[in-house]
């Protein structure tokens, strides 16, 4: 177990997490030196992501609810606790959206210090390959060699991309626990019909991640909130 404070913040890191990293990052086929010291440096690149989200929702959450925040990381990602805070209505939306929102900012310094790196055409190309598998324009000779010799540079900036921008993206889906559920039991009344949208959204999420993604992980995950939703739906119905 690691344990470190970070802007007054106690932050908690469950054995359970490295291993949920390790096999997102594909230990199971790394067979070589290399894949190895990848899949180490995806791990790195996931607790910095994920401590950077969760750093969003403590911090603001503290300023605006008072209060003492604590993060944990475990099997399943990371959860930020506001102990004894008091939160209005608008307070807690942004104490939510502060996560995402500072997952995001990461991913844009990413991508100006690639622009700063790489010259700013270069930069968003790069962005554009890393994030949707496409170039913008056709790449200049400098980015084809960058590309070329790239290695464990690419994997680096691709996973820093992809964790901050599509794990963003994805966890603002409304399917509770995400915080797109969270933000949308904001605003949706009755609870019932939060749990509703949580199990169509979910549930179409898993197909989809099926048929277009091809990702089994994401699949199973979407489907196990979309039951929990269900459940939750269930036992609510006569609330
Ligand atoms: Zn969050």
Redesign the pocket.
Known sequence: MIRFSIFGVPVEIQPMFWLTGALLGGAIDARTKERVLAVMVFMIIMAISILV??LG?ALVGRRLGGGYATITLWGLGGLAYNHGGRFSRSGNFWRIAA??GAGFALGLLVVVLLCLGLGPQNGLNLTCRSLFGIYLTPPSDELWAFVDEGGQKLRIIRSFLWINFWWGVI?LLPVLPL?GGRITELFVKPQRLVYQIGLVAGAAMAVFSVIYLHSVYTAVMFGYLAFQNYKMMQENRWR
């Open positions: 989200h969760e929702h996560g995402p966890n915080d």
